[in-house]
């Protein structure tokens, strides 16, 4: 069966940067199966990327090669790996883009692409992409080992991402991305979610997204009428905010960065603390 | 030979849904030749995601499956369908994004996809273009027979789109879509068009843009001189208003919707009528 | 092994101009490698498709064939060709937007693509991409001989492009082109670069942007501080004018056409004057 390989960049498609990175891969492995997950990554956005990297490699076939190049350190110390994980291949640059992958995914191998032999022969400092990560992606395309690539190495860039918090009274998650439909997309996941209802005994919550709007948890957008705000688990699993048939990043100037709150219903106090007042 | 999946969706390149949906059906289907049609239909356009599937179709292989996944009412009960026609294979949501089309091919076969064998194994309720949509078309590129995929259905929802209006001083045609160049495309076939001169002995019409502005129905865009406007029947067979090396839509505030006339320049009254009136 | 073909136009992605193109390849040569360069170059404007393509076509296998659709003269007295050369194929209008790959790679035979033989049944005046380049292509990728796709040419539109100026004190460069980092590519090779070093003996010139701004020519972006501008030699192997993790041509108001120059820093006179003023 042939390879997948995927590219993920901040390269955009008004230049041709993709497309020679996909004509590297062609002169050295013509039967490898090439898919964009996307090239617009913001620029040297490598938190985006690490996201939109993670919420689709389940998608792909085992053992597929993931390049994903956000790359503003292009060309300084920073490390070109690759890596192998218990479920796929990743190449690009060691700066935390692969963060998110590695949470879910063991770790089995990882290498420094310091092995020349398996680059283009001129490497520039400005495009590893097309000179480094695109000839390594289809040298494993065609079952180069990883030892081949370069040396081991122990230690790769984690990025500090945000993380959610909790308490009896609710969870405070942050938005991680908008989509192109302006659902603004957050760091919860469902089990998270589900989690912290068993561990509080919290029946139906609401979502509170910025300046005090309260929306329902529904199941899909057209739960609420059109135009209505609402929240949901998206197909990534994650809390979003949405507005049926609208844009609730622009209905609500959401912004990757902010605060969603889901809050228990209740304006009682805590159960822990209601059973002791109930002893007095 | 390798089956031709198309696909065409309102999800934008920003984010990975278009990736992922490639990576599903490369998963099931590794041969399938898979193309993109566009992925910028506005967001929930259906009329314009049915125009843009019909004027492709005629440029695929017989027995294509096309994808079209224009979907605002994923989720709810709208159902998704697969369609054999005499043409070619399709799949999406049942919401008349197929109207167009089915107009010109003859259906042959309708499904409702309720075979959840055919579909991922869990199937969110925002995502169907990832969880049954791709899949099932990967499967129909295997060879998978309709009747598998699910129950038959004999009713299909149908789109509400503008016609065109004809009688012996002109025709009242209708924008349906305004291209990356600004050309602003109608929905007045040659055919149509070629009816109404035979009909009435219209000679050389012009045509009516916004504001009472006449220009030439011409060949091609350079038949004008540079910035001058002009209308002819472009290469979707639909007759267009443009402005050589220009944007028509820009300069003539054109948007989808507006009306354009094809006017007979003759003042005199129509020719049943002279005709009657010659042989007082 | 399977034929490379890629596409370069002014096309955009929004409309299904690309994927079509795309299905009258699959239809006549399925087993064709298809590769986007960019569909996004700026409408109409021949010199950035001729730019782009002659930066990429290096990347690609010998023998590639490159379809490069940027045609504002369609269904006019242009000529539609095809052309081989030394190092691929090229095939699209003949309106100069070949005149910098046939710079680099030796000419070897040109036809006018006159036989409809090997175009759709069916030739728009608006859309040769679509019913000629589109089928020509896949027909070479078939293995069809330029001779039969039409007659010999010997002459081919060239475009006036810009060239760089060189005397003691600098080189005068022009911008061709604004990347999507908002980095400004200029026309200066680096071999044309040293060559006017070596030939005055400059030793660290500086580079001047728009209203006598003086950057240091650099390695890669992260030479400088973020934020601030810098010089180098990109991925295309000319000079360009770049803001790390910034966009230059933003922050200079940078756009294709203005001039960047390279001075020596010296304020010392000319080499050959200063000899002369010796012997007095």
């Known amino acids: 069966m042939s390879a997948v390989v995927t590219l993920l960049t901040d390269f955009g498609l008004e230049d041709t940067y993709v497309g020679v990175m996909r004509g ?17 990554v913001p620029p040297q956005d490598i938190a985006t990327g690490a996201f939109l990297l993670d919420i689709s490699v389940d998608y792909f076939p085992e053992g597929a090669i993931h390049v994903a190049v956000v790359d503003p ?18 190449v690009g640059p060691d700066n935390g883009i692969f963060t998110l992958v ?36 289809a040298h494993l395309a065609r079952g180069t080992s990883l030892e081949e690539l370069g040396s081991p190495i122990t230690r790769l860039q984690r990025l500090p991402l945000p993380r959610i918090r909790v308490d009896w009274q609710g969870i405070r998650a942050t938005i991680v991305h908008i989509d192109r439909f302006g659902n603004a997309i957050t760091n919860l996941t469902r089990a998270d979610y589900e989690t912290w209802r068993n561990r509080w005994g ?5 979502v ?18 059109r135009g209505q705000p609402l929240a949901l688990f998206g197909s990534s699993g994650r809390l979003e905010v949405a507005v049926n048939g609208g844009n609730a990043a622009q209905t609500f100037l959401l912004r990757r960065g902010d605060t969603v709150k889901v809050l228990r219903r209740e304006t009682t106090p805590p159960p822990r603390v209601q059973r002791t007042l109930g002893l007095e």
């Open 24 to 40: 590297v891969i062609a002169s050295l492995c013509p039967e490898a199966i090439v898919i964009d997950l996307t090239h617009q």
């Open 73 to 90: 350190g292009v060309g300084t110390a920073r490390k070109p790996v690759a890596l192998r994980t218990s479920r796929a291949f990743f």
């Open 102 to 137: 590695l949470q879910r995914w063991k770790l089995l191998q990882a290498v420094c692409l310091d092995n020349p032999r398996y680059h283009l022969s001129e490497v520039s400092a400005t495009f590893h992409g097309r000179d480094i990560f695109a000839p390594v992606a």
């Open 202 to 206: 919290v029946e139906e919550p609401v």
């Open 208 to 225: 509170e997204v910025a300046a005090k709007t309260q929306v329902e948890i529904c199941r899909t957008y057209a739960d609420v009428p």
